[in-house]
């Protein structure tokens, strides 16, 4: 079993367990299973037809038993504590993106799927993460092994020698600092967008969230 780097807090979530000298390990088998789901889902199966396939093949469900729920799939599916130790920061984001597309599928009166008017976007992300030293947009990287970041757009296209206080990000932090930040068990797209106007990155990396008008009201009250 895989130890895990970094602090997890209250309950060990299905695919981890934790030892009595309170190390998270992850747990192989279980881990299997929740990649399983998310390429399933990726593949275009329902949250019912996962949940039907795996009580037939007698997995064990997060409950105990051999039998998984719709609610038991969607969960999983949007759990940000499987990034990066058991599901990529790119393969979570795609999910994510497809829920928020799935979501927006609406029926009309003859039949016919139209999109709802909710709000869709190919990456909550994009135009919300910005630069702290030149005031411009982070883009979305992939490095050569694999591993996603978020990197302003100037210092992609001019060099780290002229924007070397631009810090690069990586995405699986970004989740983590959102989750934290908006209180949320599990990341929500929807509620990023109506939340957060942007989230500023100064040179040393540090994540500075400027809320939207209406979030800030809607505590105050």
């Not at 997890?8 to 747990?27: A, H, T, W």
């Not at 949007?78 to 599928?105: A, D, G, T």
């Amino acid at each position: 079993m895989r130890a895990v780097q970094g602090i997890f807090y209250g309950r060990i979530c299905y695919g981890y367990i934790r030892e009595q000298s309170g190390q998270v390990l992850v747990d192989e088998q279980q881990a299997t299973t929740v990649v399983m789901i998310f390429d399933r889902y990726l593949r275009g199966d329902s949250l019912a037809g996962i949940a039907d396939f795996l009580s037939r093949q007698r997995i064990q469900s997060p409950s105990g038993n051999m039998q998984w729920t719709r609610a038991a799939i969607d969960k999983l599916l949007s759990n940000p504590k499987y990034v990066p130790h058991i599901v990529s920061p790119e393969k979570f984001l795609k999910v994510q993106e497809e829920k928020i597309k799935r979501s927006n599928q609406e029926m009309s009166g003859d039949g016919i799927q139209r999109k709802a008017t909710r709000y869709s976007s190919k990456n909550v992300l994009s135009g919300l993460l910005v630069c702290g030293e030149c005031g411009v947009d982070y883009r979305r990287i992939t490095r050569p092994t694999g591993e996603v970041v978020w990197r302003c757009a100037n210092r992609v296209e001019h060099g780290h020698d002229i924007y070397r206080y631009s810090p690069s990000i990586p995405e699986a932090d970004v989740i983590n600092f959102i989750c934290r930040l908006l209180d949320l068990e599990q990341f929500d797209p929807p509620s990023v967008k109506d939340s957060l106007e942007t989230i500023s990155i100064n040179r040393k990396g540090k994540m500075i969230p400027k809320f939207k008008p209406i979030y800030n009201l809607s505590i105050a009250l």
